[in-house]
């Protein structure tokens, strides 16, 4: 049973940064395309970043330039560094897993990211 858990979410002022993580269990890291997707209050769920194996990466145009994605295989673990943060990004944070052969997917359990003065 694959498991995705998060941390790092919390309270911050607008310009400032947070790191997100994510660690995968109950399977092999490498079989995961890895993401992070963001639901503000009141709108649906959306794209942030993704990562391949390869360590190719994908943003969403919101936040290109001022958040990272990375991952280490080593660990199991992908991370989202985010900077710069504004009001606009305050959402819940979800960190997403796609098995790049079977298609099954997998959802954390969210983690709370306030920007805010």
């Known amino acids: 049973q694959v498991q995705l858990v998060e941390s790092g979410g919390g309270l911050v002022q607008p310009g400032g940064s947070l790191r997100l993580s994510c660690t995968l269990s109950g399977n092999i890291f490498s079989t995961y395309i890895m993401g992070w997707y963001r639901q503000p209050p009141g709108n649906p769920r959306e794209l942030v970043a993704t990562?391949?194996?390869?360590?190719?990466?994908n943003y969403a145009d919101s936040v290109t330039g001022r958040f990272t994605i990375s991952r280490d295989n080593s660990k199991s673990t992908v991370f989202l560094e985010m900077n710069s943060l504004t009001l606009e990004d305050t959402a819940v944070y979800y960190c997403?897993?796609?098995?790049?052969?079977?298609?099954?997917?997998?959802w954390g359990q969210g983690t709370q990211v306030t920007v805010s003065t």
């Open positions: 997403h897993a796609r098995n790049r052969y079977t298609g099954g997917q997998y």
């Open positions: 990562i391949a194996f390869t360590k190719a990466t």
